[in-house]
């Protein structure tokens, strides 16, 4: 149904969104030498009990009401994308605190799709202007990171550390 | 993935959040749920998004939704003016989406020939 992982990603995190967070986490970790993709959303909206989860990982299930299809789809879709390309699937969830979902791949399998435009899903989910997106992005060599909310706050005429240092300096001396 | 990519995100942020401050005339909701996804729903919200800067469009504001009930007609937005006017875009594209800005957004033209609905809420 997705041709790219990151749309699976965008579709996680509107769970999240749902759920009234406001710190939506995802994490990506792609590291050849390992042959591992691992994918995380993590919230600190308002979670699921264990019945509840149990329930929406047995059969699909959705808790919208107003759903032509009564099957939930998101969180099935991608466990089966997981499944089939070797990893695994887990959903850990806390009323009142929030949710985690992680999916893990081999990186070379065959089937696995495309990250894609990571950044597109990132700017997205980002247009909600009370939820905090954070990227945190690694592969063997490298990491990102990226957080909305620095972004809303920042000051383009904050003082540089340097300037701050040669002035304690100057007052030193 | 191309770490070049993701440094754009920091840019793009700026700028997108200095176009988000105070009241706005008009607010796009992009329904965002698994079908609209599927359907090409980030394709259309990142089109608006690319666009409205572009254009300089202060007074637009654009977030997601889940699913808004037209799940059969995806990509959908809602365009909400602030005077209560709405108008309900289905079946949208790319090149559908920059039209939407280019004449409903910018020069408060509806584009009637893509609109599913309108309506005058209080
Ligand atoms: N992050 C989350 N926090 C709280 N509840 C969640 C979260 N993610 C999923 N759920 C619960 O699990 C259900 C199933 O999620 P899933 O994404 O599979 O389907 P859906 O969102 O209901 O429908 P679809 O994704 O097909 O539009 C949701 O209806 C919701 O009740
Ligand atoms: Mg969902």
Not at chain 1, 8 to 35: F, K, P, T, Y
Not at chain 1, 39 to 52: E, H, I, P
Not at chain 2, 20 to 40: D, H, L
Request: with cysteine.
């Amino acid at each position: 149904m997705f041709d790219e992982l990151s749309l699976n990603l965008l579709d996680i995190g509107m769970n999240s969104l749902a759920a009234g967070a406001s710190v939506l986490r995802i994490v990506v970790i792609e590291s050849h030498r390992r042959d591992w993709l691992i994918l995380q959303v993590r919230d600190n909206g308002c979670g699921m009990d264990d019945a509840t989860l149990q329930r929406i990982l047995a059969e699909n299930s959705s808790t919208k009401a107003n759903r032509k299809k009564s099957i939930g789809l998101g969180l099935a879709l991608l466990r089966q994308t997981s499944e089939m390309c070797g990893g695994t699937f887990h959903v850990r969830s806390t009323p009142g605190k929030g949710t985690t979902v992680t999916a893990s791949m081999r990186l070379t399998h065959i089937d696995r799709p495309p990250l894609g435009d990571l950044t597109a899903t990132i700017e997205t989910l980002a247009a909600s202007p009370t939820v905090d997106v954070q990227l945190h992005y690694r592969n063997d060599n490298q990491t990102f990171h990226f957080h909305s909310q620095e972004a809303k706050h920042h000051e383009p005429s904050r003082t540089p550390k340097t300037k701050r240092k040669s002035a304690e300096a100057s007052r030193a001396a | 993935m191309n770490l070049a990519e993701l440094q754009k995100l920091k840019e793009k942020a700026q700028k997108q959040v200095a176009l988000r401050e105070g009241n706005k005339k008009y607010r796009v909701v992009v329904s965002m749920g698994t079908s609209g996804i599927a359907a090409g729903a980030r394709d259309v919200m990142k089109t608006m998004l690319d666009e409205i800067e572009k254009r300089g469009l202060a007074d637009v504001e654009v977030r997601v939704t889940g699913e808004i009930g037209l799940e059969d007609v995806e990509p959908v937005i809602r365009v909400e003016r602030a005077d209560g006017e709405q108008t309900t875009y289905a079946r949208l594209d790319a090149e559908k989406a920059r039209k939407i800005v280019a004449e409903h957004l910018a020069h408060d033209t509806p584009v009637e020939n893509l609109a599913v609905g309108k309506e005058k809420k209080p």
